[in-house]
Nanobody, 120 residues
Framework: QVQLVESGGGLVQAGGSLRLSCQAS???????VGWHRQAPGKQRELVAVISVGGSTNYADSAKGRFTISRDNAGNTVYLQMNNLKPEDTAVYYC???????????????WGQGTQVTVSS
């Protein structure tokens, strides 16, 4: 069974930065990977996704501030978040897609998430 582990969340002031990491336990990622977030009382939403080949796609709220990347070894996917805003406060999750493309559907495998809190 796929196990995903997110880390790197925390409390930061508005305008600050955080880098989130997502690792697949005991193996490398073989498909596209997406970062999602869920704020209290809201549905989970896609933030960014990266394909196996390195193509990326971002939610409008993330464009220009967030960068998704993956390391060469294929072990870790990152989400660099700059100029954070209070509305970015949420639990952030990663999800390995069912295929290599940024358009591949989500899988059923989610990590426990990492909390990001941005104070004003």
């Amino acid at each position: 069974q796929v196990q995903l582990v997110e880390s790197g969340g925390g409390l930061v002031q508005a305008g600050g930065s955080l880098r989130l990491s997502c690792q697949a336990s005991g193996r490398t990622f073989s498909n596209a990977v997406g970062w999602h977030r869920q704020a209290p009382g809201k549905q989970r939403e896609l933030v960014a996704v990266i394909s196996v080949g390195g193509s990326t796609n971002y939610a409008d709220s993330a464009k220009g501030r967030f960068t998704i990347s993956r390391d060469n070894a294929g072990n870790t996917v990152y989400l660099q978040m700059n100029n954070l805003k209070p509305e970015d406060t949420a639990v952030y999750y990663c999800n390995e897609r069912r295929g290599a493309s940024i358009y591949a559907h989500e899988s059923n495998y989610w990590g426990q998430g990492t909390q990001v809190t941005v104070s004003s």
